[in-house]
């Protein structure tokens, strides 16, 4: 059974955003991580790119597939997860604490259209 | 599963494919869709993977063989007329079930020409336990694509040197290839390249959708970004340059450069050479967020001298020991 955390809101590509303020961490939920196997590079954008809710941003590769990475919120990147690029296996660990990025929100308003942990939960039949 | 055709024989360059597969999953309505296509001598990168840690790229330039990346993960291989290619679009987004399911039904068909081919774990179909065929999947929001080579002849030759890199002092951060002995299917058959993917086409397919030229003006669109210098070769991954150097009357040199996007991140100098200023400060740090080229590096130490901070090391030495 996946983890799901309350709180954060999930898109049906299965990445999730945290919003902290007019920040938002987007990162992968335990659902994708698991569907992908293990994590071995994580194709992150810079600093300072802009990022769309609904393109993508990015690709996560594992041992059997490359997925694309499509952000639930649009902004500005003003953190990467550096940590990643050495160690890409964390995404397996924690995806929940091992976010990919940190935007600055322009439009805080889109985080409403996506899901809830209760609406996510259900969308992936659990 | 549903068979695409172009609408015309022409032949196209490997990255239309690649754009095919994606215009098949963005755009036709769901269902499970196959297709095949041969191309002239190329080689094609994973989406992660450093172009000069993965092929010889002056022995593709001197020999014609052009040089892609794709979106699916996974290593380098090499293309050409008789390596046929395999391009599967599903809606099903379970990465270990569509693999498994898919390489099940190829291992089925060659197993139906009597050869005896067996998948293995690492997504490859085998003969005799040789590789005829690698597979990669390429995961989208609502779509999969799993894409594959299957070896009926080609040239081994070719093969093995344009993806046999000539460049080994790169270490790199991304995804790097499993090499593995290969053998041909032509060895095991009797029938020809186009009986084979006749043969192939009536066992997987059951109907046809022809796409019109308004879709392949489509396709062609789509192919842009793979033919870009930025896709092919700015979505290098990060990487580590190790160079050693023995400098006469200085000393040993051994240096580690981070690369990322072509721009110096991380300079770490060792060796027994004598230290007379402050190495960080005074010399490496000022190369970082420097373009890793010899001009631009030479540019950024315009008002250091070097012989400042190790002992009778010249400038020139120094940029010579970094490329």
Request: aromatic share 10%; hydrophobic share 40%; charged share 25%.
């Amino acid at each position: 059974m996946s983890k799901i955390v309350e709180g954060l809101y999930y898109a049906e590509s299965h990445e999730y955003v945290k919003i902290e303020g007019e920040y938002g961490y987007v990162g992968i939920t335990d659902y994708a991580q698991h569907e992908l196997g293990n994590v071995v590079y994580v194709d992150m954008p810079d600093v300072d790119d802009e990022v769309e809710a609904g393109a993508d941003f990015g690709a996560v590769e594992s041992v059997k597939a490359a997925s694309d990475l499509i952000s639930p919120v649009s902004g500005t990147v003003v953190e990467v997860n550096e940590a990643l690029n050495d160690q890409p296996e964390l995404v397996n660990t924690d995806p929940y604490a091992n976010w990919i990025i940190k935007v600055q929100l322009s439009d805080a308003s889109e985080a409403e259209k996506l899901m809830d942990a209760a609406a996510y939960k259900a969308f992936i039949g659990e | 599963m549903i068979y695409v055709a172009l609408p015309n024989e022409t032949q196209h360059r490997l990255p239309f494919y690649l754009a095919m597969e994606e215009y098949v999953a963005r755009m036709l309505p769901v269902g499970d869709y196959f297709f095949m296509w041969q191309v002239e001598p190329s080689v094609i990168f994973g989406r992660n993977q450093l172009l000069n840690s993965e092929v010889d790229v002056e022995y593709c330039r001197k020999n014609g063989i052009q040089m892609y990346r794709r979106k699916s993960g996974g290593g380098c291989v090499y293309a050409d007329r008789s390596n046929i290619m395999f391009s599967y679009i599903t809606p099903d987004s379970n990465v270990n079930f569509t693999f498994n399911r898919y390489m099940l039904m190829v291992e089925h068909v060659l197993q139906k020409l009597g050869i005896d081919a067996k998948t293995t774990g690492r997504n490859d179909i085998v003969v005799d336990g040789k590789k005829v065929s690698g597979n990669a999947f390429y995961h989208l929001p609502e779509r999969s694509i799993v894409h594959g080579t299957m070896l009926y002849d080609t040239d081994i030759e070719r093969m093995v040197n344009s993806t046999t890199p000539s460049d080994t002092k790169l270490k790199s951060k991304g995804v790097e290839s499993v090499r593995q002995h290969v053998t041909t299917l032509n060895k095991y058959l009797t029938i020809s390249i186009e009986e084979f993917k006749s043969f192939v086409r009536e066992n997987l397919c059951n109907s046809e959708i022809i796409l019109d030229d308004v879709a392949v003006e489509q396709i062609k669109k789509i192919e842009q970004e793979y033919l870009t210098d930025e896709f092919i070769y700015g979505h290098n991954p990060a990487y580590t340059v190790i160079n050693k150097k023995r400098i006469e009357g200085v000393g040993e040199f051994e240096v580690r450069l981070e690369v990322k996007k072509g721009v110096l991140r991380k300079v770490n100098l060792m060796g027994d050479y004598f230290l007379v200023g402050d190495l960080d400060g005074e010399l490496l740090s000022l190369l970082n967020g420097v373009e890793y080229t010899p001009s631009a590096v030479e540019n950024a130490l315009q008002n250091v001298n070097t012989s400042n901070v190790i002992m009778n090391l010249k400038k020139e030495q120094f940029i010579k020991i970094l490329f």
